[in-house]
């Protein structure tokens, strides 16, 4: 049947074309149609260099002459463009945001194919004047990456360190000496191991180890290994694989090293490590890589970790509680902070510090003690420390009324409070003019006196004594010895 002559336009396409005569006239007419609208078009090689630029891409990426980006890779003259991806894996990306400068342009990328399906190059098209169509989800995208750069800054500031070494309060010799040991450990990047009774300022004094080290820029992660059920605690340190359990988010999650990378990851009660992970511990501290609960890959790390605890480790060493290996790479550097038993004469500027805080926090005007409230509280044995004393302070602010607090109105928040003259500090005779006592007499008779404080303390328990003055039960035994105890 012959053919009507409406069924053949001015191309010559005629109803039933053959693929072959399709492409050969479509494929023109498309690639003009495409490069009148679009707002550029380029061409790579499959060594993704540059064979071709219209003069409008040209113009809009401030180019003069075309010819002068011909044989460059791809890269130099568009840094975020993704045509090298389609050239290597020739498939499409047909509709993607690229960046230039202030500007993003909707492009889309197309692989070229020779008439034996050899891919030879790609083309791409930037289809900047349907961006108007796209406001919508344009705006949506820069209120995303808007809401986004906010969210990072929050969660930078939520894992920026607070505290400084100097924000150990006290000036006594015990504070001191603490002191110059975290600014000693600051200047080293090794794993440090903070010992002391609860409340003693474990993580304050980490905090400022942080600020002062030259990781003081990085993130700092602060995780309760005592506060994690024990089933989660892999996936908390160590992150997991999409999926890696039944419940578990179907995307990576992190864990708290990875978090840390770049800075430093501060592990309380890290006596509470369960047995079956502490194997998993060492290897990262040593190896600084992790590998995330549920995959078989391991991430690079570059974490300083600094561990706190309130137990004797040595002894759950001993009873076979945590791995002995994992404890001496834990112990690089040690510092012991001392309870506040041990270091009444702080007491007075300890208060100061935690009144003004309480004020600030609260809107009130300090609370005042009066002198038989402040003897009261230096007689106390302070078990929480300055956790207690602060919380002490907090309800007794709460309570008052105006003008000082009396001891009275003080022993009635106290528990079991002791009285004022049993154990009030009695201040060292002052040294005849001239004298002056050798200092390991000083400490000597410093440690003997923390060592009768601390059985007083326990009644006599020796194995309770150890632990409130954070050393090994053996340990205390051949201090006893050594001091005639």
Not at 97 to 125: K, N, Q, S, W, Y
Not at 176 to 191: F, G, I, M, P, Y
Not at 411 to 435: C, K, Q
Request: proline content about 6%; overall charge negative; charged content about 25%.
């Amino acid at each position: 049947m012959p053919i009507a002559s409406e069924d053949i336009d001015q191309n010559g396409l005629v109803i039933g074309v053959s693929p072959e005569r399709f492409r050969e006239v479509a494929m023109p007419l498309l690639f003009d149609h495409l490069n009148a609208q679009c707002e550029g078009t380029i061409a790579v090689n499959r060594q993704a260099r540059i064979v071709w630029i219209n003069d409008k891409y040209a113009e809009k990426i401030g180019i003069r002459d075309p010819r002068s980006v011909l044989g460059k890779e791809i890269e130099e003259v568009l840094p975020a463009s993704r045509l090298r991806e389609v050239v290597q894996n020739g498939q499409p990306s047909m509709l993607d945001l690229m960046a230039f400068g202030d500007e993003h342009f909707v492009v889309t990328r197309i692989p070229l194919r020779d008439e034996d399906d050899t891919l030879v190059g790609a083309l791409g098209f930037v289809l900047f004047d349907r961006a108007r169509h796209l406001q919508p989800v344009m705006a949506k995208y820069n209120q995303l990456q808007t809401q986004l750069a906010a969210a990072q800054r929050e969660l930078a500031k939520a894992r920026r360190a607070r505290y400084t070494i100097a924000g150990f309060i006290g000036s006594s010799a015990a504070a001191a000496e603490v002191k110059r040991q975290a600014r000693r450990a600051a200047q080293l990047d090794a794993t440090v191991l903070l010992r002391g009774e609860t409340g003693t300022g474990k993580e304050l004094l980490a905090q400022g180890i942080h600020n002062q080290s030259l990781r003081a820029n990085g993130p700092f992660v602060a995780v309760n290994v005592a506060a994690i059920p024990e089933s989660l605690v892999e996936a908390e340190l160590f992150g997991t694989a999409p999926g890696a359990f039944t419940g578990a988010d179907k995307r990576a999650r992190a864990g708290k090293f990875e978090l840390a990378d770049g800075g430093t990851l501060f592990l309380d009660e890290i006596g509470d490590l369960p047995l079956p992970l502490q194997a998993k511990m060492l290897r990262v501290l040593q190896e600084q890589e992790v590998e995330p609960l549920g995959s078989n890959q391991v991430k690079a790390l570059n974490v300083r970790v600094v561990a706190a605890t309130h137990v004797d480790l040595e002894a759950k060493v001993a009873a076979g509680q945590f791995r002995e290996d994992l404890y001496y790479r834990l112990n690089v550097l040690a510092l012991r902070l001392p309870p506040l038993r041990e270091r009444l004469e702080d007491l007075p500027v300890l208060i100061e510090h935690l009144l003004d805080d309480i004020a600030s926090r609260s809107g009130q005007p300090p609370l005042e003690l009066a002198e038989g409230a402040q003897q009261l509280l230096q007689a106390q044995p302070w078990p929480g420390n300055v956790r207690e004393l602060r919380n002490l302070l907090e309800r007794a602010q709460m309570l008052s009324e105006a003008g000082p607090l009396s001891a009275d109105s003080l022993r009635s928040l106290l528990v079991d409070p002791l009285p004022a003259t049993l154990h009030a500090a009695v201040p060292a005779p002052a040294p005849a003019a001239g004298a002056v006592r050798p200092l390991a007499d000083s400490m000597a008779a410093a440690e003997r006196q923390a060592i009768l404080d601390a059985l007083a303390a326990c009644n006599g328990n020796r194995t309770q004594a150890a632990e409130r003055l954070g050393i090994a039960r053996a340990s205390l035994y051949n201090k006893l010895q050594v001091h005639g105890l």
